[in-house]
């Protein structure tokens, strides 16, 4: 009798054990079901820089995922980026692989200066040689978005000695995103071909600086709430993809042109914009036009739906390499990200649409834009044989 209770005292650890073990596989095989999401970091010029990576749901080395970056606006972090977004929950069901870097000091350095009144001199702005196309002028530049502030570093003549000497340097952030991209294709599955960029407000224009001046990575672009400087030099390797999503009341970024407040520099309106783009990809010159209706289906809040007026598409087609350049004109929207989040007045920025959902039309945009493999391209420049 004594021995079988000892028996039974003995068994029962074991058992407990036995069942804590497949608790605990079973519970790290659902983390690894499950999305994802950690910051990580590098250092560029002795400066740690920091970006939250969101893997989907199912995650699987075994294969290969596209992979999209996610800028941030103006004077916002990662962590805005993902919430007035809703890109994760969106990337989870579609199996991307989400990127949102952190600027420094909450701007991109995008590479324009701000216009001097006084000075009657040409603008240029960087960009690199030897690329694909041609185009005049710099990228737009930072400053206290929504409210103003100024370039964050670089800027030359027109100003106080003193005051260019107290500004820090510049981030390098193409160097930043390159170096950011050869860290995660060694630690990730990605697909190569299938990198992309989009990005609100200054996020947008760094998006475009992507595809400016790493197009040999970035397959294709979305900005949201951007448009081009009035002198862009942007000089791609390849022609890249765009799709521009601008409101047609934004009181940041005026859809018709003008001055962009925060970076103090004119800009062309979004139409020209994506001409100008469009010129680069070397498309033909007339858009088709359409519009689309707006969507009906947010279940959340269907007063959101009310009054939702449809979206002008201006579509060039036509041009190398099948690239194209699209522009969706958000009637109504602001500086914001449709179908995004109000992420602060409507004084500031102007209205969220709600009329579009902006993750469904890029996507549905970029997925289909893939860079072309060594194979392919050596197809298309081989000459025909006899």
């Known amino acids: 009798m004594i021995s079988e209770r000892l028996r039974t005292k003995a068994v029962l650890p074991l058992f407990y054990i036995h069942a804590a073990v497949i608790c605990l596989l079973s519970l790290l095989t659902v983390m690894r079901s499950h999305a994802q999401e950690t910051q990580e970091k590098i250092d560029i010029d002795n400066v740690s820089r920091t970006f939250i990576l969101h893997l989907p749901q199912g995650y699987n080395d075994q294969q290969r995922y596209p992979l999209v970056i996610l800028l941030h ?10 919430r007035l977004t809703h890109f994760s929950q969106f990337a989870e069901k579609n199996g991307i692989i989400a990127v949102y870097p952190n600027a420094t000091r909450g701007q991109w350095n995008i590479g324009v200066h701000p216009e001097q009144p006084s000075s009657g001199m040409g603008r240029r702005g960087g960009g690199r040689r030897g690329g694909w196309g041609g185009g005049g002028g710099g990228y737009p530049g930072g400053g206290g978005y929504p409210s103003g502030g100024g370039y964050p570093g670089g800027q030359r003549g027109g100003q106080n000695p003193d005051e260019t000497k107290s500004r820090p340097e510049p981030a ?22 299938r990198i992309y960029a989009t990005g609100l407000g200054d996020g947008g224009f760094m998006a475009m600086r992507a595809g400016c001046n790493m197009a040999d990575r970035v397959a294709a672009i979305a900005p949201v709430s951007a448009s081009l400087p009035k002198a862009m030099i942007c000089l791609p390797s390849r022609p890249v993809p765009a799709l521009f999503i601008d409101g047609t009341e934004d009181p940041v970024v005026p859809y018709n042109g003008g001055t962009y407040k925060p970076g103090k520099f004119p800009v062309l309106s979004a139409e020209e914009s994506a001409k100008s783009w469009a010129k680069f990809d070397r498309c033909e010159e007339k858009p088709a036009q359409d519009k689309l209706p707006p969507m009906v289906n947010n279940k959340d809040d269907k007063n959101k739906d009310k009054g939702a007026k449809e979206t002008k598409t201006f579509t060039f087609s036509g041009c190398h390499d099948n690239a194209q350049v699209v522009l969706y004109a ?15 007045t409507e004084k500031e920025v102007g209205k969220v649409s709600y009329a579009l959902n902006a993750n469904e039309s890029i996507w549905n945009f970029l997925n289909t834009k893939k860079i072309a493999t060594e194979t392919q391209s050596e197809q298309k420049s081989a000459p025909e044989q006899k």
Do not use: C
């Open 330 to 344: 958000v009637k109504d929207g602001g500086n914001t990200w449709p179908g995004g989040e109000q992420y602060t």
């Open 172 to 193: 390098d952030d193409v160097a930043f995103l390159n170096q950011m991209l050869d860290q995660l294709m060694l630690k990730y599955s990605i697909d190569s071909h």
């Open 73 to 82: 606006g103006q004077n916002q972090d990662a962590d805005d980026m993902g």
